[in-house]
């Protein structure tokens, strides 16, 4: 089946079934109001005639009421507190008399209807008591034929009956065009990716709108003229994914088994859940930030500096890995010497923090300690990152921040790295118009040290 078929039918099939249920829920309500409405009116008429009764009980005033009712679609029956008749407006018939032996239990005085049912009975009916003081006691019943009401229905169901045959016309017509309109693109965008999918990059996807279709259309050239780049610099990019992947995945795969476990609190368990959704989110969108990243000798990358409290900052990623550490049996600690502010973009400020941490966890020895340490050097806020791990060769590090360079290739596949993490972390960190270095001695550990500028903004000390 075409997707042009399948779009049809489940636009067809949910409006059809929006529009049976706004129906079937319209017809309802009118009916029950229409309903209401007579019987309202029949139990004022009733009361009015019940009035007339109090002020002047004569038998000229019963046969004025009985005259007057046959002038109109409803009917009139007085009778006595023993339920013999006073007056009519017509003849009693079966339907009449079933309706005078429903027992009348003291009713108020503003009656109440004795009589609902439209559909099976003859009549709809109310009953008002009436006492002018003098002995004279009753009640008065108002009776209307149901025939009119189903009159009305039936009127009301043909004219609901037209609307839904118009609104099925108009549906389909509306659902054929959609689908011309919607799948005239999406033909061509088809053709596009085809060709994509034998290898041909140089398509040209014409953009038709400014609409989704139009952006889907914009997405498929611009996955065209990026494959056509992707294609020369793969093994690269291949590597890049699967390095800044992995960080967002650690901390997904650490938290939801520390969510497993039977003794922490329903409330650190969200909390955790929380954290994995939004590592989920960030994976999504990974592959978008590393090819800006690959890009950066085009001038395409960009960032968006605010000014931060370092330590406000810093403390929910500390909060964040430490369970994570703390899972594979290592130790995280943070210390902050001050209240500083700086400005960075935090979103990618962060995935330097991780990454440098995930480095660190990745090469730590075990039940080491990771410290995160904050403190100012002059007029520079100064980051240190430093691990109790394996270390790195000195002749080795000149090298570290360069692509695709590792120090031992066989443990690098062991762990998972491509040489590409640090190059990343080098190129955030110059964009923020800072700097990174690294010491390290080989079998000690390593320290990685960030240098940013104090930010003095006047608006940097608000909250």
């Known amino acids: 089946m075409k997707f042009s078929i399948k779009l049809g039918l489940w636009f067809f099939i949910c409006i059809l079934v929006i529009e049976s249920v706004s129906m079937l829920f319209l017809h309802k309500n009118v009916v029950h109001s229409l309903v209401n409405e007579e019987l309202h009116s029949l139990q004022a008429r009733g009361n009015s005639h019940r009035d007339v009764l109090e002020m002047s009980y ?22 006595n507190l023993k339920g013999s008749v006073v007056e009519a407006s017509r003849k009693i018939d079966p339907g009449i008399q079933y309706i005078l032996e429903i027992e009348v239990d003291a009713p108020p005085r503003n009656g109440y209807i004795i009589q609902a049912d439209w559909k099976d009975q003859q009549y709809i009916s109310t009953v008002s008591p009436f006492d002018d003081g003098a002995g004279n006691q009753g009640y008065v019943y108002m009776l209307k034929s149901n025939d009119h009401i189903q009159a009305f229905i039936a009127k009301l169901n043909h004219h609901f009956l037209i609307a839904i045959v118009l609104i099925l016309v108009f549906l389909l017509v509306t659902i ?7 799948t005239s693109p999406l033909v061509s965008m088809k053709e596009a990716t085809k060709k994509l999918s034998n290898g041909d990059f140089s398509v040209t996807v014409p953009v038709m709108s400014n609409d989704e279709i139009g952006e889907l259309s914009k997405s ?34 650490g938290y939801a088994d520390i969510g497993k476990r039977k003794t922490i609190t329903e409330e650190e368990r969200i909390n955790y859940m929380n954290i994995i959704h939004e590592e ?41 890995a430490r369970h994570v550490f703390l899972a594979q049996g290592h130790q995280l600690e943070l210390v902050c010497r001050g209240e500083w502010r700086v400005e960075i973009d935090p979103r990618r400020f962060e995935q ?5 941490l995930d480095n660190a966890l990745k090469y730590s020895s075990e039940k080491s300690l990771t410290k995160i340490d904050v403190y100012k050097e002059n007029q520079e806020i100064l980051i240190a990152i430093s691990d109790q791990g394996q270390g790195i060769p000195s002749e080795d590090l000149p090298y570290v921040f360069n692509r695709l360079f590792r120090v031992d290739k066989s443990r690098s596949r062991l762990t998972g790295g491509f ?29 990685f040290t960030i240098r940013l500028k104090e930010s003095f903004h006047e608006d940097s000390f608000t909250h």
């Not at 330097?352 to 440098?356: H, K, R």
């Open 176 to 182: 054929i065009f959609l689908l011309k309109v919607l």
């Open 280 to 320: 989920s989110e960030n994976v999504h969108q990974l592959l978008h930030e590393l090819f800006e990243l690959a890009k950066i000798d085009e001038n395409m990358f960009t960032i968006q500096k605010m000014p931060i409290n370092i330590k406000d900052f810093l403390f929910p990623i500390y909060e964040k």
């Open 58 to 79: 004569t038998s000229e005033t019963l046969h004025h009421i009985a005259m007057m009712e046959t002038q109109t679609d409803t009917e009139v029956v007085i009778t």
């Open 419 to 447: 040489g590409l993490g640090l190059a990343i972390v080098k190129e955030i960190v110059e964009a923020h118009s800072a700097r990174i270095s690294v010491d390290s001695e080989f079998g000690e550990g390593t320290c």
């Open 352 to 356: 330097i923090i991780l990454n440098l």
């Open 220 to 253: 498929i050239q611009l996955l065209a003229n990026d494959l056509s780049y992707l294609k020369k610099e793969r093994n690269e990019f291949l590597a890049s994914i699967s390095h800044e992947l992995r960080t967002p995945l650690t901390y997904i795969k």
